[in-house]
């Protein structure tokens, strides 16, 4: 229960929580190394929280092991757990000062003065002058960073967060994150950081894992899963790719060759994750360029050529939709350098990548090209 | 510019003050909704009160048939606390068994009800309302029969020896105890059920994972919050008992007498009306100061 106590890295093995017929969290299996940032992002509704919730002890896996430091915690009450948790909910004592709140976990372990880590705890989340206050009396953004101080208080082994700092405005979310990160490498907490934001996930986590229904679709280093996913879920879960349906019929040396209808274009077989039979070739659409023609295009780019069908200005970058001869839109971002070229919608253009960036994934024969559309959230410009 | 027309002024009013006249009576309606509540009140408490007031300070010597004078006769008080006093203590005591007793039963039975009970919770509230369904005298008669000396409860606590042979309950202050604690039960379980049910399990969640074992959370987290609830629920089942007669009536013996009893044969029996009339403003004020000092402490306990 003391923190004290030699930390260890935490292991879910064969984790598994059915509700009913229901699998919530199907077989899962994941180490995450004592003292790294661990993000876990996937789509509402996937099992963030239910995993969580068996890490911390409030529900009992149906199936499965949590080990910590190699010591199965699965079936310890939650008190005895040195985890701690920031609740989606918050879940404030309303009863309770802010001071009362933060002090919590100190006061049950029997640390009589608690005074000067509660007062120091609260000015690292921006709340001094707060003590006072009960819950119902501070704004959502308040309370969150309450119930972020109250968990971080008690320096556990593991600190889970379920989505801890969803209600704060940017400004706010970027310090709380560089907070949040010093601390961690500070104290050398480990910290299991379930986010939708997939930025905060890419810019804070060590590891970053991607969770579609219960079960881990990838898992790794987020220029990893970003560079080349694993899936096409993962493809356009982690910001956007254009996913263009086509076959492989092999290598030719270090390369493979895909037909999409007709044309030929090759994709390095390292950044391949089939290599036979129907694939899907990815490119993201910040690594699609347009010209004019296909004169202009690089020597060893690949390239298709199409019409401009519509022209978003959001600031940082331009974000186009390109239709090519066969009716899919690609979308494309240009950045807004000031030397790139304009496009209208109804210019012809040429967009063309580095087939490095390219990767292929393999597909169902059923499915077809799959893209996003421009009026999803591109990577970097997100809130 | 002609859209900006339609923005709210910063105070947030609507451009177009409501006409004056609409607005006074806005500001009558309170208190025209408090009418009917404050007449029947005063009707029906303040005036009777003050009645009781005088009558309490009528001369002791006189009766219904030579008429009552209104003499200021405040020593109508120490005479009638020095003559009775013992039921009064017993009034104190007996309620005060009876509401330990009740949280005993009824904290646990409200908590079962509100968090525990899933689709059971509203057949088991209506169980702890039915026996209102009947009256409040019936409901003691029955128990006159549970607890009567040749009743299958007598008999089982004799056999097991924690009667002796000639042992009884009925006419005993543990009848009128356990009567006592029956009959207020639903009024201290209600209100606390309704403290209980609005509690949220997720607090008590982050209580556990905050350190706190089940007892920790529940003297930390669980009774804090159900605080309202407690102390509503110790008011009503407190006071109806204390001025209670009828358990000691029909359960007890003038042994057992609570001050109930002393009140209710005043009126209705010796008919000494400034008596009875003392009796009853000294009830009322005992009663008055235990509430005060009862809220007086669980309110600061709360703040702890
Ligand atoms: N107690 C429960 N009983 C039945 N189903 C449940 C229960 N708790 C969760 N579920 C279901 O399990 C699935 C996973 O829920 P979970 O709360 O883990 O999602 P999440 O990934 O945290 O989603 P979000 O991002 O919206 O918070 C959901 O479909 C949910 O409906
Ligand atoms: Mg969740």
């Not at chain 1, 969580?52 to 910590?68: D, F, H, K, Y």
């Not at chain 1, 190699?70 to 004592?93: C, E, G, H, M, W």
């Not at chain 1, 970053?208 to 694993?230: D, H, K, S, T, W």
Request: glycine share 8%; charged share 15%.
């Amino acid at each position: 229960m003391a923190p004290e106590t030699p930390a260890g890295d935490l292991r879910l093995a064969n984790l598994t929580k059915t509700f009913g017929a229901f699998t919530a969290v199907d077989d899962l299996s994941l180490t995450v190394p004592q003292g790294s940032f661990f993000a876990l992002l996937g789509a509402s509704g996937c099992g963030k929280t239910t995993t969580l919730r068996m890490i911390a002890g409030l529900e009992e896996p149906t199936s499965g092991q949590v080990l910590l430091a190699d010591r199965d915690i699965a079936r310890l009450r939650p008190y005895k757990r040195p985890v701690n948790t920031v609740f989606q909910s918050y879940a404030l004592f309303p009863h309770l000062d802010i001071f009362e709140n933060v002090a919590f976990g100190l006061r049950r372990r029997g640390i009589r003065s608690v005074d000067g880590q509660v007062r120091e705890m609260l000015s690292l989340v921006q709340l001094d002058g707060y003590e006072r206050r009960r819950p119902a009396q501070l704004s959502g953004g308040q309370q969150q960073r309450v119930a972020l101080a109250r968990a971080l208080i008690n320096q556990p082994q593991v600190l889970l967060l379920d989505e801890p700092l969803g209600a704060l405005d940017l400004k706010l979310r970027r310090q709380m994150q560089i907070e949040l990160k010093r601390i961690q490498t500070e104290v050398g907490i480990t910290f299991v950081h379930v986010t939708h934001d997939q930025e905060e996930a890419m810019t804070m986590a060590d590891t970053v894992a991607v969770m579609n229904a219960g079960r881990i679709e990838q898992l790794g280093a987020p220029a990893e899963i970003y560079e080349f996913p694993a899936t096409a879920f993962v493809a356009n879960f982690l910001g956007q790719s254009n996913l263009i349906a086509g076959e492989t019929t092999g290598g030719n040396g270090g390369d493979l060759l895909v037909t999409v209808h007709g044309s030929r274009f090759s994709v390095p077989a390292r950044r391949s994750r089939a290599d036979q039979g129907p694939v899907h070739l990815g490119v993201r659409p910040e690594k699609l360029h347009l010209v004019r023609s296909a004169d202009e295009v690089p020597a060893g780019s690949q390239h298709l050529d199409g019409t401009i069908t519509d022209a978003s200005y959001v600031g940082v970058s331009t974000q186009y939709l390109l239709r090519t001869g066969w009716g899919t839109e690609l979308s494309v971002f240009a950045a807004n350098s000031g030397s790139q070229q304009r496009f209208a919608p109804g210019d012809r253009a040429v967009a063309y990548w580095d087939p490095g960036h390219a990767f292929l994934l393999g597909r169902h024969a059923d499915e077809d090209d799959r893209t996003t559309g421009i009026l999803d959230e591109p990577v970097g410009t997100s809130s | 510019m002609s859209a900006l027309a339609h923005v709210p002024t910063a105070s947030g009013q609507p451009v177009s003050p409501p006409p004056a006249a609409r607005r006074g009576r806005h500001r009558l309606l309170p208190y025209l909704l408090l009418l009917p509540g404050a007449a029947w009140l005063f009707l029906f408490f303040a005036v009777p009160l003050v009645q009781l007031a005088a009558a309490s300070l009528y001369d002791p010597t006189g009766s219904l048939s030579t008429g009552y004078a209104l003499t200021w006769a405040f020593g109508n008080y120490p005479t009638a606390l020095q003559a009775y006093w013992p039921q009064f203590g017993r009034s104190f005591l007996y309620a005060g068994i009876a509401l330990v007793l009740a949280l005993l039963m009824g904290y646990p039975l409200a908590y079962a009800i509100a968090q525990k009970a899933g689709r059971w919770k509203n057949l088991l509230l209506v169980c702890v309302i039915a026996p209102m369904f009947t009256s409040f005298l019936v409901r003691t008669l029955a128990w006159k029969t549970i607890l009567s000396d040749n009743g299958w409860l007598v008999g089982l606590l004799r056999d097991v020896h924690l009667l002796g042979p000639d042992g009884r309950l009925l006419a005993t202050p543990i009848a009128v105890v356990l009567g006592l604690t029956y009959n207020f039960l639903p009024f201290l379980v209600l209100p606390l059920y309704a403290s209980l049910e609005r509690l949220d399990y997720r607090l008590l969640e982050a209580a556990s994972d905050l350190y706190a074992s089940p007892l920790k959370t529940f003297r930390r987290v669980t009774l804090p919050l159900s605080m309202p609830g407690l102390i509503a629920g110790t008011l009503l089942f407190f006071i109806p008992a204390t001025g209670d007669y009828i358990n000691a009536e029909l359960l007890g013996t003038p042994k057992e007498y609570m001050i109930g009893n002393v009140i209710d044969s005043a009126f209705l029996v010796r008919l000494d009306y400034p008596q009875g009339a003392a009796l009853s403003f000294l009830l009322m004020s005992a009663i008055l100061v235990v509430v005060f000092v009862y809220l007086r402490r669980a309110g600061t306990e709360e703040v702890l």
